[in-house]
Nanobody, 112 residues
Framework: QVQVVESGGGLVQPGGSLRLSCKGS????????MEWYRQAPGKQRDLVAS???????NYADSVKGRFTISRDNTKNTVYLQMNSLVPEDTAVYYC??????WGQGTQVTVSS
């Protein structure tokens, strides 16, 4: 069956960096658009970044210039490099495979 597993979250101080990873299995990974979403307490789940099978990348305005999405199809993995983190980035970050398969999420907390 399809499995999507995120990792790399944690507690970081404002201005710091984290790198999230998402590994998919049970699908032909390279054919899918991969997406990172985040959901803060009491808020809706929002798209943060996406990368298509052809490498087209899109970012939410709030993370442009700070976050970088990339993928390694040989490892069935998508990454989200997050720099210059601010408290407003605090959320559970979810990975999606083609919008249809989801991971369990990884918590990112930005706090001093």
């Amino acid at each position: 069956q399809v499995q999507v597993v995120e990792s790399g979250g944690g507690l970081v101080q404002p201005g710091g960096s984290l790198r999230l990873s998402c590994k998919g299995s049970g699908v032909i990974f390279r054919l899918y658009t991969m997406e990172w979403y985040r959901q803060a307490p009491g808020k809706q789940r929002d798209l943060v970044a996406s990368i298509s099978s052809g490498g087209t990348i899109n970012y939410a305005d709030s993370v442009k210039g700070r976050f970088t999405i990339s993928r390694d199809n040989t490892k069935n993995t998508v990454y989200l490099q997050m720099n210059s983190l601010v408290p407003e980035d605090t959320a559970v970050y979810y990975c999606s495979v083609g919008g249809g398969y989801w991971g369990q999420g990884t918590q990112v907390t930005v706090s001093s």
